[in-house]
């Protein structure tokens, strides 16, 4: 049977994800027998650009350059997913996304007005499905192993990926675990993506949301319970916004209007 081709590529991000799929050890080799890998650039210097039935992006996008790439993988891909918080939905670098003071804070950061970095014509960090179509998203910071591996052996086969549909705050109940939200604490389990094993509360430590936004989160409800709690609405914007990506800013729009 011939081999399907597969390909890695990094932007913007730690390249976590990368970490993950090296981690895999004996498995990975057995992912190398059912499929070439073509690009992976923490495994490999030999890296190939040409046409891939499954393109892997970790990372999101900052600079004109990377944009060219993504759009170079997008047309020579057929399926293409996005692996991680960064890729999936801006990340940490994406917090503050629309809020209009991107070149200021860029210059504040990397001083002398951020000459050193302009021949990389960076801009303000985006999720890749700013730009391209993405075909499925595998979150988490970084992703899970099991997840990766089920999605890859599931894609391979022609079928849709291996992806979990709860929140963290599921996980956290199968564990038994006292919830930290009624001693106060901030705790975003209900709006966060599962997968971590709610590998935070379980450690007495609130969820800040890494996996990134769950698929229906009821935002307007967790802010009340928030405000309830004596959060203020700068704190309990920032905390929302830390890792839920674009998606999160267009529900606190909302939330507010409202509140108007
Ligand atoms: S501690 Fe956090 S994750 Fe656990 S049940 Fe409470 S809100 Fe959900
Ligand atoms: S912050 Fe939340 S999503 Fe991230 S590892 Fe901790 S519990 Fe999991």
């Known amino acids: 049977m011939e081999k399907k081709k597969i390909g890695i590529y990094s932007y913007t991000g730690c390249s976590g994800e990368q970490f993950v799929i090296l981690e895999c050890g004996a498995e990975l080799f057995e992912l190398c027998d059912r499929a070439e890998i073509k690009s992976f650039p923490m495994a490999q210097s030999n890296n190939e650009y040409t046409t891939l039935d499954i393109a892997f992006l970790e990372g999101s996008i900052t600079t004109k350059k990377q944009k060219k790439e993504l759009a170079q993988v997008r047309s020579r891909s057929k399926l293409l997913v996005a692996m991680g918080t960064c890729a999936c939905f801006g990340g940490i ?3 503050r996304l629309g809020e209009g003071e991107w070149k200021k804070r860029f210059q504040k950061v990397y001083g002398d007005d951020g000459k050193s970095f302009r021949t990389m014509e960076p801009f303000e960090s985006k999720p890749c ?8 998203y595998i979150p988490g910071c970084p992703m899970d192993k099991k997840q990766f591996l089920h999605s890859v052996a599931r894609m391979l086969n022609g079928n849709s990926p291996y992806l979990y549909q709860f929140p963290v705050c599921a996980e956290c109940k199968w564990k038994e675990n006292d919830c930290l939200l009624l001693r106060g604490l901030p705790c975003l389990g209900p709006l966060t993506r599962g997968g971590c094993g709610a590998a935070c509360p379980s450690y007495n430590l609130p969820c ?3 996996w990134g936004p769950a698929e229906v989160p009821n935002v307007p409800s967790q802010y009340e319970l928030l405000v309830e709690k004596g959060y203020g609405p700068q704190e309990i914007q920032q905390k929302f916004r830390k890792f839920g990506g674009a998606p999160m ?3 606190l729009k909302k939330i507010m209007e409202h509140m108007e």
């Not at 499905?129 to 499925?136: G, N, P, S």
Request: net charge negative; aromatic share 12%; with cysteine.
């Open 129 to 136: 499905d700013a730009f391209v179509k993405i075909d499925y």
């Open 208 to 210: 800040v949301g890494c």
């Open 249 to 251: 800013v267009e529900r």
């Open 93 to 95: 670098q994406s917090m």
